[in-house]
């Protein structure tokens, strides 16, 4: 993974600016090896924050259903988290195509274990 790819998952994952230029001044002096690893971290810090939003849309449908009597499948469930991961990509990598959206979207399923009960 090159510095600049790296760079930006330090600007999607890490809120704190004096962190963030820590980082990216760390880059450069960075084995492979340490670089795999940290972009890893960054990625898992990133699905956190995605799993976070998505839980909270999906607690206020559950509240929606619980109000109203309707009843959702569990499609519309894994729409809600895909949606959340759309956006916080779109948003956080400034990537607006579906091809490049669909792409991180692909790499950061192939970096993390799916949970067959979804």
Known sequence: MDDLSIQK???????????????????????AEEKIVFSLSLWDTILAKVE????????????????????VSKEEFRRIKDEVLTKYIAKQFDVNDTASIDKLKSELNELTPRNESE
């Open 9 to 31: 998952l330090v600007e999607a994952a890490i809120m704190d600016p004096e962190r963030k230029a820590l980082y990216i001044d760390a880059l450069p002096y960075m084995t």
């Open 52 to 71: 976070i939003e998505a839980q909270i849309k999906i607690e206020n449908k559950l509240l929606e259903m619980a109000d109203s009597g309707e009843e």
